[in-house]
């Protein structure tokens, strides 16, 4: 064939390759475009593809088609994403992602939910739905930041814009181009042009999988089925994979003679195929992409001229070309199906216009939302807005044409069911390359929830800063980083006495040189320690003491928490101020008051004790009064009448009545007999005598064995002239012995019991009585033989310790029990210098205090017939008690720290030290004591120096005495 007749021959198919060419260029322009758009938004979009196994379960999910946003949600690119599977790409949270999305692409029905990134820390608003089965498109949208997200959502928008109108481009433009399938017709006619232009009829063209790299075969002639099985996805390294390496053509012109072949497999289904010469020529685009190669294998050894070489080059370009623009045309298709898909199943309102206005396209969920189909109309959405909205939505649609600008306004629309919501409205111009307007695309996105939430919002920064500006307490924020309050509550000048501007100007750090020097290290190490603690205990609450403007310290209690960026490093210090100044001074008082109190309990109990002490002395003596009265008075006149009685007995035994004065006689004799004995059991007589105590006990352990039959033994280890015991002395051991016996008998479950009497030194006896019963553990013990309970011991312990005496105590369980008495012969006086009697003024203060709830008042006035005066009338009240009288200041103050009265009833004008000055002492000392001025003047200058001094009232003495009733009842109340 002549190259005329092959020119002509091709025109045809030039033309074609030309208007494919062109057509392919504008397409790849517009498929660069929509990728930009596509790449240029925030939500992440991904197509996910369904793996099914075996029986039907989803077992994993494979992207197909993801945005960048998508990738870097995931922390990597899109094209290592699309193609790798979930479980590859998420191990870790995978089967969330399968087992939500699955039933998305299944049932159809689509899904949101929110999702924690684990890659990125953000949350994600996620929308699923499914554009076809076995298919989930996900759209994901960055919540993290949800009340700030007017700006995001409207970046958002115009992306989503930039996008639409790239699908809507891609969608035009896929109607023109021929499917992948339908490119074989002209691949063959590649192949037989080639085939004939070299002189041979057998050859195959390859395509480049994307998956693999690898080649395979698409068309080929006049090649064998064990060729073709070798071949199918097996290049042939010699010729094939070398030009593939290489990217260049390779010739081999016989087969036999190359290298790379001998021995091998492909050499032998070569030959067997009858071929001796291999032509491999690259398919590579414009930019320099593999897509194939075209091959002419030759019956016998072939070197091809350079004119055939040349229109092989051509061939291999046009093919090529072709490769590539139906490749494109395949990936815009699937990519234009996706974003219909994507548009129709969106949450937003998604609708173009054309440059006039007039909408030309809405989305499936446009259309459901009113119920209106819009392509086609300019105004017709105007009447579903709201009345109110009309006309600047519609101004600002013109505007926006008018102009050119991006139109963006937010608005009420009418839904079907008649309800008006917020809608953000936004549509950007599309323009041509010489800068006309081609296209408005839209959007309509729902920001009711937004909007009521940012009213609610507003609302409650208004409540919370009501709450700042009206509270008590001093609410601050100090920035770490430059060291200065951030904010101060109003409250802060009551405080301090410095108003927020002032202190707001100042740094942190000088008011902290405003805290007392003696708490300002304290508070340093514990502001310092909050960022050593762990997350989430960063709080401290710390009291110091702040200098006021006045000068004066207060009590600050400093509730603060440390506030940290995301890597953990101080950002702010956030708290409240308390002013404790009046706590702080109520609890010095109360603790005060604590002490004093302690002091007087402690001495009560010093004072308690020693009256049950006296009080079993004076027991003890008054049963002996009893038993020498029983003694000395009763039984002797009982004796005497018995005597009288037997006497007229006697001279009445000649009568015949004799007999009658028996049972008289008996009756006595049994009176004279109980005498006796509750005279020694009230107080033995032996028990005074001059060694009589081991007689006592003697008989005391005899009425023990015949009473509770306890045998007792006792045993005097004492000196022949043993020195004597005090009567005192005698009563208590007596005592302490007999509860101990009693204890034995009740606890100690033994029939035996020892009383051992010695003395250790010359001016000491000791008593010892031991068992040999259970016994008991002293250390379980310790704190019942402390009670009053415990035993008795209690009680035995206190009375000697009265007398300078002490109790030992030894004994284990199974191991009896032994406790040792031991008591000066004679007892140590009383710590207040009394043996008996009056515990003294004082004593009788605290007994009338603890027992009698009347008011104790004491009377001060230099007056005696005053003071007389006062004692009938407050004696005639009955919840009046007048401890005493004193006639001047002296004497009213020792009166007043002797007695300790509820009231002092203070005359002014007293010799020596007057009312005033006795009032300063004794309330200064006695703060419980209150104090009622008395005066015969109504003068307000003397009441307010008596109340200056610290008196509570000021009463008359000429006044009505229901007004003084008035004044010590008033402070009794309180």
């Known amino acids: 064939m002549s190259p005329n007749l092959a020119t002509e021959h091709n025109t045809p198919l030039r033309r074609r390759v030309q208007a494919l060419t062109a057509e392919v260029t504008r397409l790849r322009q517009e498929i660069d475009d929509h990728r930009e758009l596509f790449a240029a938004m925030d939500e992440g979009f991904a197509l996910l593809e369904v793996l099914l ?75 699923a ?77 390859q395509l480049v999988d994307a998956a693999t790299d690898k080649l395979y075969i698409v068309v080929h002639h006049g090649l064998s089925e064990r060729y073709v099985r070798r071949f199918a996805t097996q290049s042939c390294a010699a010729a094939c994979e070398a030009a593939q390496r290489s990217r260049q053509r390779v010739i081999i012109q016989d087969v036999r003679r190359e290298p790379a072949l001998q021995g091998t497999l492909d050499l032998e289904v070569l030959e067997g195929d009858g071929i001796r010469a291999i032509l491999s020529t690259p398919l590579i685009t414009r930019d320099g992409r593999l897509v194939g190669m075209l091959n002419s294998h030759f019956p016998t050894p072939y070197e091809p001229t350079e004119d055939a070489l040349r229109f092989v080059d051509l061939l291999a370009r046009m093919a ?102 917020w809608y953000l409205s936004r549509a950007v111009p599309a323009r041509d390359a010489e800068g006309r307007i081609h296209k408005w695309y839209g959007t309509t996105t729902d920001i009711h929830d937004s909007k009521v939430a940012e009213r609610a919002r507003r609302e409650s920064e208004e409540r919370f800063r009501s709450v700042l500006e009206n509270s008590r307490d001093v609410i601050y924020r100090t920035n770490l980083h430059t060291g200065c309050y951030e904010y101060l509550s109003p409250s802060v000048k009551a405080l301090t006495g410095y108003t927020e501007e002032e202190l707001l100007a100042m740094p942190a750090a000088w008011t902290r040189q405003r805290i007392h020097p003696e708490d300002r290290p304290r508070v340093t190490r514990e502001m310092d320690a909050l960022q050593h603690h762990p997350p989430g205990k960063r709080s401290a609450v710390i009291e110091y003491r702040w200098r006021h403007r006045n000068g004066t310290y207060r009590w600050v209690s400093n509730s603060c928490t440390l506030l940290t960026d995301a890597h953990d490093r101080p950002l702010a210090l956030v708290g409240t101020l308390h002013d404790l100044t009046k706590r702080k001074k109520i609890e010095l008082r109360l603790q ?109 352990g005899r009425r023990m064995e015949q009473q509770h039959g306890l045998r007792v033994v006792i045993r005097a280890n004492a000196p022949a002239e043993a020195p004597p015991i005090s009567d005192d002395v005698k009563i208590l051991l007596y005592q302490s012995v007999r509860e101990l ?176 000055e006795a009032t300063q002492r004794i309330t200064a000392t006695l703060p419980g004591v209150r104090v009622i001025g008395l005066s015969m003047y109504d003068d307000p200058e003397k009441e307010r120096l008596m109340r200056q001094a610290g008196a509570e009232a000021y009463v008359t003495k000429g006044g009505p005495p229901e007004a003084l009733f008035a004044a010590i009842r008033a402070g009794s109340r309180e």
């Open 592 to 700: 005060e008051l604590n002490e004093t109190l302690e002091q007087r309990v402690a001495e009560r109990t010093r004072q308690l004790r020693a009256l049950a002490a006296e009080l079993v002395v004076a027991e003890e003596r008054e049963r002996r009064r009893l038993a020498q009265v029983l003694h000395d008075d009763l039984q002797q006149t009982l004796a005497a009448v018995a005597y009288r009685l037997e006497h007229l007995r006697m001279q009445a035994s000649l009568v015949k009545d004799s007999d009658a004065l028996e049972e008289p006689i008996a009756m006595l004799r049994e009176a004279m007999e109980t005498s006796r004995s509750l005279t020694t059991e009230l107080s033995p007589a032996a028990l005074f005598d001059s060694g009589g105590f081991r007689v006592a006990l003697q008989g005391l």
């Open 320 to 421: 090529a070309d072709l490769i590539e623009r139906a490749q494109a045309r395949d990936a815009l298709r699937a990519s234009e199906a996706r974003f219909r898909e994507l548009a129709d199943a969106m949450p937003q309102l998604v609708w173009t216009a054309q440059p006039d206005g007039t909408v030309d396209y809405c989305n499936r969920r446009h259309r459901e939302f009113d119920g209106l189909r819009r392509v086609g109309q300019r105004w017709e959405w105007l009447p579903m807005l709201h009345p109110d909205d009309v006309a600047a939505t519609a101004e600002a649609w013109q505007r926006a044409i008018a102009t050119g600008t991006t139109y963006q306004i937010e608005h009420r629309a009418r839904r079907t069911d008649g309800s008006y919501r």
């Open 741 to 916: 016996l009693f204890n034995v008998v009740k606890h100690a479950h033994t029939r035996e019991a020892t009383v051992s009497i010695d003395h250790p030194s010359e001016d000491t006896v000791e008593v010892v009585v031991a068992d040999s019963g259970q016994g008991f553990d002293v250390a379980q013990h310790t704190g019942a033989l402390r009670s009053a309970g415990g035993f008795g011991l209690f009680s035995i312990s206190e009375r000697l310790e009265y007398v300078g005496g002490s109790v030992r105590i030894e004994s284990a369980p199974g191991r009896g029990t032994r406790v040792a008495l031991v008591a000066p012969l004679q007892p140590l006086p009383s710590s207040n210098g009394r043996r008996s009697g009056s515990a003294g003024p004082a004593l009788l203060a605290v007994e009338e205090r603890a027992s009698d709830a009347r008011t104790r008042i004491l009377l001060a006035d230099d007056h005696a017939i005053i003071r007389k005066g006062l004692l009938r009338l407050l004696e005639d009240q009955p919840d009046f008690v007048v401890l005493g009288e004193a006639e001047d200041g002296h004497a009213a103050v020792a009166l007043a720290q002797e007695l300790l009265p509820d009231v002092v009833l203070m005359d002014l004008a007293m010799p020596g030290m007057d009312g005033i």
């Open 53 to 127: 196994d075996a029986a039907g379960r989803p077992v994993d999910l494979r992207p197909i088609e993801v945005s960048h946003a998508f990738a870097a949600q995931l922390g990597a690119r899109p094209e290592a994403v699309v193609g790798r599977t979930l479980r590859q790409l998420l191990p870790g949270i995978a089967p969330w992602w399968i087992e939500t999305l699955s039933p998305v692409a299944l049932s159809g029905q689509s899904a949101r939910v929110e999702h924690s990134g684990t890659i990125t820390g953000h949350h994600y608003d996620v929308h």
């Open 129 to 205: 739905w499914s554009p076809r089965p076995g298919l989930c498109a996900v759209l994901t949208r960055d919540v993290t930041e949800q009340r700030r997200a007017e700006e995001q959502r409207r970046a958002s928008e115009r992306r989503l814009e930039q996008n639409l109108a790239g699908m809507t481009r891609l969608q035009t433009l896929s109607t023109q181009l021929l499917r992948v399938d339908e490119m074989e017709p002209l691949l063959y006619e590649i192949l037989a042009a080639a085939a004939e232009l070299t002189g041979t009829d057998r050859g195959n063209l």
